[in-house]
């Protein structure tokens, strides 16, 4: 059976040069079996949202106290944030009534 039967789709061409020595040929081999392909990858960040986070303790005594967390980028909105969420705290914590 021939070699081209063998294989349809793969090219193989003997380019020896006459240069060349016999037992040294120079092949090109060229095929289409494989079709190119690009892969793309892609990573997106998405910025995290502000979060408040708020840890109340209370004390053998009977006292609060607490931890206010709060994420951004802005300080003056960070700053606020934080006292808004103190001066509820102790409104609702520290108050007598």
Known sequence: MPESELHPKL???????????PQLPQINI???LIPSQTIRHDHYTHPKQP?????VSRGQKGSYGWTITYN????????????EADTKLREFFLTEG
């Open 30 to 32: 060229s095929s289409n």
């Open 11 to 21: 090219n193989i061409t003997d380019t020896t040069d006459s240069d060349i020595p």
């Open 51 to 55: 979060e408040l986070k708020i840890e």
């Open 72 to 83: 951004g980028t802005d300080l003056d909105a960070i700053i606020e944030k934080i006292r």
